[in-house]
């Protein structure tokens, strides 16, 4: 299953990321030598690294186990390694591979996944450039692989309705083009949080079309924003 990314902070400037939904492993083969790719989603360095590092134990047998991975909304945390393979030939191609990555409408947002490419050697040196082609292709085939997971940035609008508004006005809400986050009863009124796109056009006018179907009946308060799939 997915790790579900943490809430995102001030700083974070992107509104939607993709990931991947569970590990996949994908194998290629060329002049004999044997790639073999897992993709794992991750949230975090320590977790990419022991991903690696359990790669390694598992096929300790063969000669390379070369790694890329991404981290974050912003794609901030970016590293990989050649692991013994010629200087540029195998993490970099990784990690542009992952970054070049179209995802859902044409983005290029793939974030939170390690990628681990093992390499069994098959006795034909590929070159530079076969090497360089070798790892692209055993990343980009697995992504392909994969089934993607979509995470859009959502701010909490919470719409609080006097309790003789309670039936009617969630009703109404249900039927907006928001989702309904959750219901909560309180005394006097009842509270109704919505989940909006977390930008301050799409909040005025989320405001705009709530007040609008309940005829001014509701007040509103901004709550946390949250990832939502």
Known sequence: MTPFPAPPGPEVRALRFTCILAPIEHTLEIQRSVFLTRLVPVTSEEAARDVIESQRRAHHDARHHCSAFVLGADRETQRSSDDGEPSGTAGV?????????????????????????????GGILLGAGGLVRAYSDSVSQAVSAATLRPFERVRELVVVLPMSEAGRGENVLRHLEHPVLGTDYRSTSVEVTLGVEDTESALDAARQRVEAALQGAASFRLGEAAWSA
Not at 113 to 121: D, E, L, M, Q
């Open 93 to 121: 191609p990784m990690m542009q591979a992952l970054l070049q990555r179209e995802t859902i409408d044409g983005r290029r947002d793939l974030s939170d996944v390690v990628a681990v490419t093992t390499r069994w050697f």
